[in-house]
């Protein structure tokens, strides 16, 4: 079964350093996103891609947090200057799009736990 | 904006009895809802969707129901397992189309 790959599994970083977390989305999706989980909360929606470029973005995904498809296979999301309260699971998740009657099924990967110290 | 309530209290049950979880919504009825399943340090995954114009959907042993009226949708997981046991999500789509999760309420399953 097809499935959506995230690497790192664990990273580990000091406040203020920048980190990139990887994904590979399945690969005849359309639709990119970035949801977030800090341990104990809900699974929170970050950004979402279409089209190369952002379809949406909470409050969370301020100017610090970037996306990017570099190649046509990897979805990237950057954390510029990270911050202690970005400690957290990110999941990536992508979607065949709003098929028949709007539904918009995701398929996540993993996740990747970032700890900034 | 949309809220999902789901009882953040964790449901103990006994194998082989029928687990019901309940996720409420507060503002407009969504074109349809969608369950997922989440273990531990893991990503969700999908279980089933429920359209606003179907009242009851099932799979296997999972059943989720549809009410406009209330703004509710029941998930129910039959002759239950200890594999079962995991944390469920309810989801939907807010007025933007992204897909928002509620908090998930944690099922544990006895042997």
């Known amino acids: 079964e097809p499935e959506v790959t995230q690497t790192p599994s664990h990273q580990v970083t000091q406040m203020g350093q920048e980190v990139i977390l990887r994904c590979v989305p399945i690969?005849?999706?359309?639709?990119f996103y970035w949801y977030r989980q800090i341990l104990g909360q809900k699974v929170e929606f970050l950004v979402s891609f279409y089209n190369n470029e952002i379809s949406e973005k909470s409050e969370i995904f301020d100017d610090q947090f970037s996306v990017e498809r570099p190649d046509g296979s990897n979805f990237t999301l950057k954390i510029r200057s990270t911050k202690l309260e970005d400690s957290a699971m990110y999941f990536c998740?992508?979607?065949?799009?709003?098929?028949?009657?709007?539904?918009?099924?995701?398929?996540f990967g993993a996740g990747s736990r970032l700890t900034v110290l | 904006s949309q809220k999902i309530e789901q009882n953040s209290e964790a449901l103990n049950i006994q194998e082989g009895k029928t687990a019901t979880l309940t996720c409420n919504y507060t503002n407009y009825s969504p074109a349809y809802l969608q369950w997922y399943r989440q273990d531990p340090g893991r990503g969700p995954v999908f279980l089933l969707l429920?359209?606003?114009?179907?009242k009851e959907k099932r799979k296997e042993r999972l059943k989720v129901t549809f009410d406009t009226t209330l703004k509710q949708s029941l998930f129910h997981i039959t002759a239950s397992q200890p594999a079962d046991s995991a944390t469920y999500l309810c989801a939907l789509a807010d007025n933007t189309g992204k897909l928002i999760f509620g908090q998930g309420t944690t099922l544990q399953v006895k042997p």
């Open positions: 429920i359209r606003e114009n179907e």
């Open positions: 690969s005849n999706h359309l639709y």
């Open positions: 998740a992508s979607s065949g799009g709003t098929g028949g009657g709007g539904a918009n099924v995701l398929t």
